[in-house]
């Protein structure tokens, strides 16, 4: 019974979370991310360029931001190691691993047969690596993108490519 | 960590048929995620980051090496009993410090004088003391075939010789003539040569309104809306200014668009202007008229444009454009049959790879390597990169597939242009080939395991599942260690092997005569548009049934790198002595269906006379 009910709660629970989550975060206009987004990101003691035209992001009533840019790394900055740059202000877990505010960057290697990648995050400012996670090969045909952070309301979903990581809201 | 790569590489250079392998210290190591298991590790293809060298026994860079002593050889370079070896391309100067002596120049197939055999063009660069009228220019090729294995350049008597900084090279007739006419890029004004039937041509680019100015680059024809005309279509890479170039390698500091790995190197594309891309439609009157924009294919983004073509990828009887960009997404436009096109790049596929990533895009090969009536793409880049190939699903929806057909983890360590799909072997099944060289001549100083000059690649269609590196036999073709750019590929001879001629930067052109000594029979179609068609049927599409398969094959006027291949659709046949159907559609929308008596022959089909 205690079990039942514990259930029920947990569940009522996240029915909140989801509802929270798709009332509160939209997708963040190309304007939004222009202001928000570095053009050139401090990545450990480089000041790499980033591609603005594949920037994409997410934002709350708050005005927080899930957000995130390639990186210009064909000079091989930071030994090119890192494809993508990721500003989070609001706590996230993607695909496992858990993100506090703050800068990030990330990388990524592909898996035999090509069916997944193996994203590595990294803090942006001194390289320290937070966590792996698997992106798997998103089924059917889908609009290939540099990067493209879905709103949790419609599927929380970070996309690289034909790749995509779930990934889910934390708490304040 | 590394042992595991170098298995990992190791085991799939060994299935490539290339011989034993050791690495080379990693200058700059691939990072791999912490607490990853060394069995994870094994499977790691690619990582986008700097790849630890391949070396060969010898160890020289793997585009530089990896011969073997004995095994198939596919191709003879005969460049010098064909007399191409009296002629160099020349380019800038040989540091190559500023982007514009890099990028090399194309080749085009054509048979100019109706005798029946293919000829070759040359396109040539030039120099900044030519220019300035200080040094005589370098000058075009024309290698007329004298139909006994060997070549003469005519290109002065032709009035071909360009004397500009010269890029690209499409070949069709652009005015419904009869006669091949030969567009010319440059970085500066472009040409347009118009065939004077007497083996001689008149430039008439400024009459006709294609001249531009800047940099263009690969050009590609094509009759985008259906009136029986050729329009141009002519891509364009930087905006250079002679007057006000941007930094050199030895001024550029520490300006991270001008290094790579690390060390200096010339400056750009990145950090540099795009030049547009232009469309023209064809008046019918001599005279162009840029339509870029009413089209939705003018390149706004300004992304930096190296390879272009016309060719029907939906399957709808229209052409649709594809183009290459180096550094920035690539286009796939769709024609919509109303003298506009749909930019379908992202959502196509064809704008990045599979991870997304911009890729710097030199040529495009096209071609249905499954015999499912599907157009794959093929697509050439950087070194540090794999190479990606499209597979068609249909309507244009595009997968990478590279690594699963076994063509990506081979080619990263290669800086490819041209590129083409042959049926090498006359098997029924298209192969694919590419040229290869790099641009940074500091390639040969550090240890970035690749090469300044390269080896061209061919891989074997493996019944449309798998693609298997041919090995470099010492001694041929396939072991010819050179700066390759622009590459067109025909039937030279017309034997019914497709030849290969690569222009080699600041070097000679090099021909790679097919000598595999298979004895499959073949066909060869050449056709001829009808009334509401372009006179060389460029846009058509032929399905030929025999063996068992049913081959598609294109009539293309632009794609590969800066270069125009043998207009005449090529089909291997393996063993069979019959060809059961022909099914030809035309670019007027007319679908024919012919015959043919016997194979192992070159037959002409005009439009009008089939069923």
Not at chain 2, 252 to 276: D, H, I, Q
């Amino acid at each position: 019974m205690k079990k039942t009910i514990l259930l029920a709660l947990v569940l009522l629970l996240s029915c909140s979370i989801a509802t929270a989550q798709k009332s509160t975060w939209r997708q963040a206009t190309d304007a939004e991310l222009a202001s928000l987004l570095p053009a050139r990101a401090s990545v450990e003691k480089e000041h790499i360029e980033t591609e603005l035209r594949t920037a994409s992001g997410i934002v709350d009533s708050k005005g927080r931001f899930i957000a995130g840019v390639v990186l210009l790394t064909a000079g091989y900055s930071a030994d090119g190691k890192y494809s993508h740059y990721l500003l989070v202000q609001f706590p996230i877990r993607i695909g496992g691993v858990a993100l506090k505010p703050g800068e990030y960057v990330f990388g990524w290697t592909l898996a035999a047969g090509g069916d997944d990648l193996s994203v590595h995050f990294h803090d942006a400012a001194t390289g320290t690596p937070v966590g792996n996670a698997d992106a798997h090969r998103i089924a059917g045909t889908t609009r290939v993108e540099s990067l493209h952070i879905w709103p949790p309301g419609d599927k929380p979903l970070i996309q690289i490519g034909r790749f995509g990581i779930p990934y889910e809201m934390g708490e304040e | 960590m590394f042992t595991a790569l170098r298995t990992t590489t190791l085991l799939g250079m060994l299935a490539a048929g290339i011989p034993a392998l050791v690495y080379g210290q990693a200058t700059n190591p691939v990072a791999l995620p912490q607490g990853q298991t060394s069995e994870k590790t094994a499977a790691v293809q690619d990582s986008g980051s700097p790849h630890p060298p391949v070396l060969d026994a010898q160890h020289r860079p793997i585009t530089a090496g990896g011969f073997v002593k004995t095994g198939p050889i596919v191709f003879e370079d005969i460049s010098e009993k064909a007399g191409l070896t009296h002629w160099t391309h020349k380019m800038g100067t040989p540091s190559k410090s500023y982007l514009v002596e890099t990028k090399g120049s194309g080749v085009g197939l054509i048979d100019y004088d109706h005798s029946g055999w293919l000829s070759i063009y040359v396109v040539n660069g030039s120099t900044v003391d030519a220019l300035t009228g200080k040094a005589t220019p370098p000058h075009a090729a024309l290698f007329r075939n004298n139909h006994d294995g060997t070549f003469t350049d005519v290109a002065a008597k032709a009035g071909v010789t360009n004397d500009r900084w010269g890029t690209g090279v499409a070949i069709a007739d652009s005015d419904n003539d009869g006669w091949p006419d030969i567009f010319v890029s440059n970085v500066g004004k472009n040409r347009l040569y118009h065939n004077n039937h007497d083996g001689t041509f008149t430039d008439v680019a400024e009459k006709a309104g294609v001249q531009l100015g800047n940099w263009s680059s690969s050009a590609t024809w094509g009759d985008y809306d259906g009136d029986g005309r050729l329009d141009l279509f002519v891509a364009g890479y930087i905006h250079w200014d002679w007057n006000n170039p941007p930094d050199s390698r030895e001024s550029a500091g520490n300006n991270a668009f001008c290094t790579f790995r690390g060390e200096s190197v010339a400056c750009g594309p990145r950090g540099l202007k795009g030049e547009p891309d232009h469309l023209f439609h064809n008046n019918g009157d001599g005279t162009f008229t840029d339509v870029s924009e009413k089209a939705g294919v003018d390149d706004k983004p300004g992304y930096y444009g190296l390879g272009a073509v016309f060719v029907d990828i939906n399957n709808d009887g229209k052409v649709d454009l594809l183009v290459g960009n180096d550094s920035t997404p690539n286009y796939m436009y769709l024609n919509k049959g109303d003298g506009t096109f749909e930019d379908v790049s992202y959502a196509s596929g064809f704008a990045l790879n599979e991870a997304g990533r911009e890729t710097a895009s030199m040529g495009i090969a096209v071609g249905d390597y499954q015999n499912n009536g599907q157009l794959a793409i093929f697509d050439t880049t950087f070194s540090d990169d794999y190479k990606p190939f499209y597979r068609n699903e249909g309507d244009g929806n595009l997968t990478d597939i590279s690594y699963q057909l076994g063509i990506a983890e081979v080619s990263v360590p290669f800086l490819s242009w041209g590129d083409a799909f042959i049926d090498y072997d006359n098997d029924g099944w298209k192969d694919l080939l590419m040229a290869d060289g790099h641009v940074y001549p500091e390639a040969d100083k550090y240890d970035w395991g690749t090469s300044w000059a390269e080896r061209p690649m061919l891989f074997h269609n493996l019944e449309g599942k798998k693609f298997e590196a041919v090995p470099a036999v010492e001694g041929t073709g396939l072991a010819d260690v050179i700066a390759g750019r622009g590459m067109a590929v025909g039937d030279l001879f017309n034997d019914g092997k497709i030849d290969a001629v690569i222009n080699v930067m600041d070097g000679h052109p090099v021909l790679l005569r097919n000598v595999n000594p298979d004895h499959n029979h073949w066909l060869e179609l050449k056709l001829a548009g009808g009334p509401k068609s372009p006179r060389d049927a460029v846009g058509a599409t032929v399905y030929v049934t025999a063996n068992g398969m049913k081959q598609r094959g294109d009539v293309i006027s632009g794609g590969s790198y800066l270069s125009t291949s043998d207009p005449r659709p090529h089909f291997g046949i393996g063993q069979a002595t019959t060809v059961d159907a022909i099914e030809v559609h035309w670019p007027s929308g007319k679908l024919e269906h012919f015959t043919v008596a016997g194979v192992d022959r070159i037959v002409t089909i005009t439009e009008g006379t089939g069923k």
